[in-house]
């Protein structure tokens, strides 16, 4: 796992990656429905990946206080329900 966080730490975004992806109104207000605390997050990837291991790295390298929940709202579209506000603070200021 270590290893894994190592390579995680050393990306870094190319220009054609930091082009903004929007995430639809609908999209939006369907999140906050579910969770008036949560983060919307998009999965970019090519290949297939295990679900079920994404979710346990995330909850690895944000290690957030008092826990929190991931739900699949459309393909490859999470929300993340976190519960603490400065918890939200800290993982929208992490890197990359």
Excluded: Q
Aim: glycine share 6%; net charge negative; with cysteine.
């Amino acid at each position: 796992m270590k290893e894994m966080v190592d390579r995680w730490r050393s990306l870094a975004i190319t220009e054609k990656e930091e082009e903004v992806i929007g995430v639809g109104d609908d999209l939006v207000l369907k999140g906050k429905e579910k969770s008036p605390k949560a983060l919307v997050g998009k999965l970019l990837s090519c290949r297939p990946y295990n679900k079920r291991h994404f979710k346990e790295t995330i909850a690895n390298l944000w290690k957030i206080v008092g826990g929190f929940e991931i739900r699949e709202i459309e393909e490859d579209i999470y929300l993340f329900i976190i519960k603490d506000d400065k918890e939200i603070e800290r993982i929208l200021s992490m890197e990359p």
